[in-house]
């Protein structure tokens, strides 16, 4: 069988694509997938450079298929299937499939996963053989626009390479993303004072990039792999992330009557990134949990995650003691780490797709799934 990736990294450069960029080398690792990495079109660059690619002159250059370099890819043809993958962050990203001439004949199967499983999607999305989404209410709704099968993926994390549960951890509170800004405020002036006994570091993400074509096409040698490096070692000596449920701060909004609507990506509770990678981390999750039935089903176990008192005059009085708490942190550590990278690591993600399109999974994958696991590893037929 041959596998093919193709990638977004040589187009985009974000904090959010580099967790995708981890399950790419995950494929590459334990299935032997070979990396295409298409590149945009000088038209693309040109406009992007004199400030000019906007959505709508975006769409234009789409529709000419002058979006992307043509990728030239050989196909082998030993009678084996042929199979493309597309790991993405968000629906657009699929048109993608433009780069590389005649496709839908040249592979067998074509399968997308899509992270923020929101739409719009571009035309290619009809023609690809399977969808996963991490987002189990928008499941039905895709299959039925799109006429394709559609299956759930939660999201997962690479255990392998950056989980942790050492003991060390001299970060008392960690947080990113979606958090409350009074939160972030009161922690900053319980913690961060000249003679605090403790710490709370807030990591900040960089904004849109700057340099959304990278010059570099080598990921391991851009900005971006250093912060996501950086940010996996900070997560490894922090004792508590904060993580709140993509609903919460929008549902905070709405019931105040600041909107009329919710935004149509947070009508649905969804487990991001956040929950894997923490817990991976061996930390204690601290926030408002996420209200999806999938929570139960891959975070089940005690303590995966901490509720804070609906009152927030009693978030920091509430973190503050936690931190005392020094052997409830010490379980949850090492039962973080362990449950995740049995059950949340991405190589056991990448079998369910493998199972669920049909295919042989490599012997490296299975490997790789049975050592996480802790078991001797199955044999393929």
Known sequence: MGTFLLSQRGIRDSAAHAAVYELEEILVETCGAKLLTPRAHPLTLGLHRRGLLTPRTSKLVTRTNRYYETLDVEIPKDGSPNVLLLPCMVGSEIGVLSSIPDWRSRFDVVAAYVVDAWFPYPPEVAEIDHLFV??????????????????????????????????????????????????????????????????????????????????HPRYEERVDYELRMQFHRMMTLSKIVLAFDSMYE?????????????????????????????????????????????????????????????????????????????????????????????????????????????????????????????DDPPRSA
């Open 250 to 374: 929008t549902d905070q909004i709405y019931a105040s009557g600041q909107v009329n609507a919710r935004p149509w990506r947070f009508r649905h509770s969804i487990i991001a990134f956040r929950w894997f990678e923490g817990c991976a981390a061996g930390c204690a999750i601290l926030g408002k949990r996420p209200t999806t039935p999938l929570f139960d089903q891959v975070l089940d176990w005690e303590d995966s995650a901490i509720e804070l008192p609906e009152d927030r005059k009693d978030w920091t009085p509430f973190t503050l003691a936690l931190l005392e708490d020094e052997a409830r942190l010490a379980a949850i550590r090492e039962r973080n780490y362990r449950e995740s990278l049995t059950r949340n690591d991405w190589r056991a993600r990448i079998l369910a797709m493998h199972e669920a399109l049909g295919l042989e999974p490599p012997e490296g994958l299975l490997e790789a799934v049975a050592s996480c696991r802790g």
């Open 134 to 215: 991490p987002v189990m209410d928008v499941v039905g709704e895709l299959g039925e626009r799109f006429g394709i099968p559609v299956s759930l993926l939660p999201l997962g994390s690479d255990v392998v390479r950056h989980g942790s549960d050492q003991p060390e951890r001299p970060l008392d509170v960690m947080s990113f993303g979606r958090t409350p800004v009074e939160l972030h405020r009161e922690l900053g002036r319980a913690m961060n004072q000249p003679h605090s006994r403790q710490a709370y570091y807030r990591h900040q993400h960089p904004g849109p990039a700057k340099n959304h074509f990278p010059d």
